[in-house]
C-alpha cells in the first residue's frame, strides 16, 4: 500500500496579467503548501477503482469519470507504463473547489503515487507534461514545493524555502466556480510581482482574483475582514478563486486565538490550523 499526502497549495499572491485567445489567463503567483490536505492511497495489485472517505467526500462521486485521481491514472497507463489500474482511496479532507488545490493535489498525489510503485522518477518530465494536460494548477501540486508560476500556472520556477509560518485556512463553505471567477476578472493588468524575498513580494502582492470572487460569494469579504483583524497576522488573502482565505503568523498562538475567534463568530466556516511546509512531499 502506498500513502501519498495531497497537502493544499495556497497561492500568497496571485497576479492576473492577461486574457489569452484560448480562454486562459496568463498570470503570475507564488505557490507554496501546507502541513495538510486530502491523503491518497493506492494498492497496486487490488481491486480497480476509487473510494472516497473523510469530511468532504459527499462532495465527489467515486464514480465520476471526470475525477482527477482516475485521469491521472489514465493518463499515466497510456504515456509512461501500461499497468493495471490500482485500488485507490482517497481521503478527503479539503472542502472542494476551495482554491487551495483540492482535484489538483490529489491528482498530483495519483502521478507520484503511481511513480513510486512503478520504478518511475518523481521528476520524470512525462510525469509534468501528463500533470500540465490535467489542470493548471498541477504542475505545481507536483513539484509540492514553493514555486513562482506563469503562463497559466504551469510555467515553474523554484523559490527558496519559506519560513514555517503558523496559516489559519477558512472557508465559508461556498464553492466557487475557478470558470466563473476568471470570467469576471476585469481586464486590467495591475501590474507584475516584484522581485526579492518571497515573503515580502507576497505581501506587497495581490490576489487579482479576490474581486470578481467576492461579487460572486460575498461571505469572503466577511472571511477576509475577521482575519485582517486578528492579533499578529502577517498577511491575510484569498487563496486561488477562493473562497478559501488564509492568514500568515510568526506564532501559534496568535494562529490559536485567531481560529478560537473564528469558531465563536462563524461556527458553520470551516476552518483549519496548519503550517507552511518547505518540503511536504519527502517520503
Ligand atoms: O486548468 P484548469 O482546468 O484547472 O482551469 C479551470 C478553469 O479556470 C479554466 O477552464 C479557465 O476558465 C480558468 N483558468 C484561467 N486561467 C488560468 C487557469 C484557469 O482562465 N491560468
Same mark, same amino acid.
Given at each position: *500500500?502506498?500513502?501519498?499526502?495531497? %497537502?493544499?497549495k495556497?497561492?500568497?499572491?496571485?497576479?492576473?496579467?492577461?486574457?489569452?485567445?484560448?480562454?486562459?489567463? $496568463?498570470?503570475? $503567483?507564488? !505557490?507554496?503548501?501546507?502541513?495538510?490536505g486530502?491523503?491518497?492511497?493506492?494498492?497496486?495489485?487490488?481491486?480497480?477503482?476509487?473510494?472516497?472517505?473523510?469530511? !468532504?467526500?459527499?462532495?465527489?462521486?467515486?464514480?465520476d469519470?471526470?475525477?482527477?485521481?482516475?485521469?491521472?491514472?489514465? +493518463?499515466?497507463?497510456?504515456?509512461?507504463?501500461p499497468?493495471?489500474?490500482?485500488?485507490?482511496?482517497?481521503?478527503?479532507?479539503?472542502?472542494?473547489?476551495?482554491?487551495?488545490?483540492?482535484?489538483?493535489?490529489?491528482?498530483?498525489?495519483?502521478?507520484?503515487?503511481? =511513480?513510486?510503485?512503478?520504478?518511475? =522518477?518523481?521528476?520524470? %518530465? &512525462? /510525469?509534468?507534461?501528463?500533470?500540465?494536460?490535467?489542470?493548471?494548477?498541477?504542475?505545481?501540486?507536483?513539484?509540492?514545493?514553493?514555486?513562482?508560476?506563469?503562463?497559466?500556472?504551469?510555467?515553474?520556477?523554484?523559490?527558496?524555502?519559506? %519560513?514555517?509560518?503558523?496559516?489559519? /485556512?477558512?472557508?465559508?463553505?461556498?464553492?466557487?466556480?475557478?470558470?466563473?471567477?476568471? +470570467?469576471?476578472?476585469?481586464?486590467?493588468?495591475?501590474? =507584475?510581482?516584484?522581485?526579492?524575498?518571497?515573503? +515580502?513580494?507576497?505581501?506587497?502582492?495581490?490576489?487579482?482574483?479576490?474581486?470578481?470572487?467576492?461579487?460572486?460569494?460575498p461571505?469572503?469579504?466577511?472571511?477576509?475582514?475577521?482575519?485582517?483583524?486578528?492579533?499578529?497576522?502577517?498577511?491575510?488573502? *484569498?487563496?486561488?478563486?477562493?473562497? $478559501?482565505? !488564509?492568514?500568515?503568523?510568526?506564532?501559534?498562538?496568535?494562529?490559536?486565538?485567531?481560529? &478560537? +475567534?473564528?469558531?465563536?463568530?462563524? %461556527?458553520?466556516w470551516?476552518?483549519?490550523?496548519? $503550517?507552511?511546509?518547505?518540503?511536504?512531499?519527502?517520503?
Amino acid at each position: *500500500m502506498i500513502v501519498e499526502p495531497a %497537502p493544499a497549495k495556497i497561492n500568497l499572491a496571485l497576479h492576473v496579467r492577461a486574457r489569452r485567445a484560448d480562454g486562459y489567463h $496568463t498570470l503570475e $503567483t507564488l !505557490f507554496a503548501f501546507v502541513a495538510d490536505g486530502d491523503v491518497l492511497h493506492l494498492d497496486p495489485s487490488g481491486a480497480p477503482g476509487l473510494r472516497i472517505t473523510g469530511p !468532504f467526500a459527499a462532495g465527489l462521486s467515486p464514480d465520476d469519470p471526470g475525477n482527477l485521481v482516475l485521469c491521472a491514472e489514465a +493518463a499515466f497507463r497510456s504515456q509512461v507504463a501500461p499497468v493495471a489500474p490500482g485500488a485507490w482511496l482517497l481521503d478527503k479532507r479539503l472542502p472542494v473547489a476551495s482554491g487551495i488545490g483540492g482535484g489538483s493535489a490529489d491528482a498530483a498525489a495519483a502521478l507520484r503515487a503511481l =511513480a513510486r510503485a512503478h520504478g518511475v =522518477a518523481r521528476d520524470d %518530465p &512525462r /510525469l509534468f507534461a501528463i500533470a500540465a494536460a490535467l489542470g493548471s494548477d498541477v504542475p505545481a501540486c507536483l513539484l509540492g514545493r514553493p514555486a513562482l508560476g506563469r503562463g497559466r500556472g504551469e510555467r515553474l520556477d523554484l523559490l527558496p524555502p519559506l %519560513p514555517p509560518l503558523a496559516v489559519l /485556512l477558512v472557508n465559508p463553505l461556498v464553492p466557487v466556480s475557478t470558470a466563473a471567477v476568471f +470570467a469576471r476578472w476585469d481586464g486590467v493588468d495591475r501590474g =507584475a510581482l516584484a522581485h526579492g524575498a518571497p515573503l +515580502a513580494v507576497a505581501i506587497g502582492g495581490r490576489n487579482d482574483l479576490e474581486p470578481p470572487a467576492r461579487a460572486l460569494a460575498p461571505a469572503i469579504d466577511d472571511v477576509l475582514a475577521l482575519l485582517a483583524a486578528q492579533q499578529g497576522v502577517l498577511l491575510a488573502r *484569498m487563496s486561488g478563486s477562493g473562497a $478559501t482565505c !488564509f492568514a500568515l503568523f510568526d506564532h501559534a498562538d496568535d494562529r490559536a486565538s485567531a481560529a &478560537r +475567534a473564528v469558531v465563536a463568530s462563524q %461556527p458553520g466556516w470551516w476552518c483549519l490550523e496548519t $503550517t507552511l511546509a518547505a518540503q511536504p512531499h519527502v517520503p
